[in-house]
């Protein structure tokens, strides 16, 4: 599975973003879809999931403000960002995981390269 991460940028707090992550190669072992973030200095995250079935989860920071779709005719995963945060900033990868439990992913996982968020207050 391929996966390339787009439509990252630098917004004032309060703003949004729509991240958009081009799924080649679907393989039928794939059965979640997930973005995670990382900030400088700081571990990677698990921001929010889509499971094969259509349910999802998301990380406390981010309910509310974030929504995860995946559309199946286009093969593209999103990640619909409102009411950005400074916090928010972050490198922000999508990634694909063959099982997953809650935003812990499992089994063979593929990466995207990342796209950058940048939220000034």
């Known amino acids: 599975v391929e996966l390339e991460e787009s439509g990252g940028g630098s917004v004032q707090s309060g703003g949004s973003l729509r991240l958009s992550c081009a799924v080649s190669?679907?393989?039928?072992?794939?059965?979640?879809l997930s973005w995670f973030r990382q900030a400088p200095g700081k571990e990677r995250e698990a921001v929010a999931k889509i499971a094969a079935n259509g349910g999802t989860n998301y990380a406390d920071s981010v309910k509310g403000r974030f929504t995860i779709s995946h559309d199946n005719a286009k093969n593209t995963l999103y990640l619909q960002m409102n009411s950005l945060k400074p916090d928010d900033t972050a490198m922000y990868y999508c990634a694909a995981a063959g099982a997953c439990v809650g935003l812990t992913v499992y089994g063979d996982q593929s990466w995207g390269q990342g796209t950058q968020v940048t939220v000034s207050s």
């Open positions: 190669t679907y393989s039928h072992g794939v059965y979640c």
